[in-house]
T-cell receptor
Framework: DAGVIQSPRHEVTEMGQEVTLRCKPISGHNSLFWYRQTMMRGLELLIYFNNNVPIDDSGMPEDRFSAKMPNASFSTLKIQPSEPRDSAVYFC????????????FGPGTRLTVL | AQTVTQSQPEMSVQEAETVTLSCTYDTSESDYYLFWYKQPPSRQMILVIRQEAYKQQNATENRFSVNFQKAAKSFSLKISDSQLGDAAMYFCAYEGASGSRLTFGEGTQLTVNP
């Protein structure tokens, strides 16, 4: 079975540009999570979807960040405009059904904003 | 808010020896889950082991086992017969009753010496 798929794996962009990160959850999973990993803040949840509906977006840093899940097999995290402090590794994770299941992580996208 | 603390930024162990990684957490909830994730240089987050708070028996997965002390809010990971492939960053994580997010510790970098 394919795991969580993220693209691109690496992204280098210039400040002010729009960045779109993509995630395909494991088939059959109905919860999807976006996390960010930085040296300063560690791993932190940005937003959480359940059945394609955003449930908790309290971790989204500011209005420059937006996330969508148009269907059960695809989600995007967009940063517009990007800033150097957005440089981080962004992980997508998914799981099936309720909280009793484990979150499975994708390989991450390393974003560098120059 | 829940917090997770890993007091050992770095640990080292000789190949074939045993090592224990420490984790403490703070919560007012009685029902929750605890996890250890491994992050090798590839940066993929890999689930090592999970523990349900309502279970008194400590979880075990092959060479990996935990010592879960609910009253002390302690959740340590023991790796037996350490292998070179165990070298990685290890994260302790908490998921509470809401089931919406993992709260991670700062991580412990494990080095395995041949």
């Amino acid at each position: 079975d394919a795991g969580v798929i993220q693209s691109p794996r690496h992204e280098v962009t210039e400040m002010g540009q729009e960045v779109t990160l993509r995630c395909k959850p494991i088939s059959g999973h109905n919860s999807l999570f976006w996390y960010r990993q930085t040296m300063m803040r560690g791993l932190e949840l940005l937003i959480y979807f359940n059945n394609n509906v955003p449930i908790d977006d309290s971790g989204m840093p500011e209005d420059r960040f937006s996330a969508k899940m148009p269907n059960a097999s695809f989600s995007t995290l967009k940063i517009q405009p990007s800033e150097p402090r957005d440089s981080a590794v962004y992980f997508c994770a998914s799981r099936y059904s309720g909280r009793t299941d484990t979150q499975y992580f994708g390989p991450g996208t390393r974003l560098t904003v120059l | 808010a829940q917090t997770v603390t890993q007091s050992q930024p770095e640990m080292s162990v000789q190949e074939a020896e045993t090592v224990t990684l420490s984790c403490t957490y703070d919560t007012s909830e009685s029902d929750y889950y605890l996890f250890w994730y491994k992050q090798p240089p590839s940066r993929q987050m890999i689930l090592v082991i999970r523990q349900e708070a309502y279970k008194q028996q400590n979880a075990t997965e092959n060479r990996f086992s935990v010592n879960f002390q609910k009253a002390a809010k302690s959740f340590s990971l023991k790796i037996s017969d350490s292998q070179l492939g165990d070298a990685a960053m290890y994260f302790c994580a908490y998921e509470g009753a809401s089931g919406s997010r993992l709260t991670f510790g700062e991580g412990t970098q494990l080095t395995v010496n041949p």
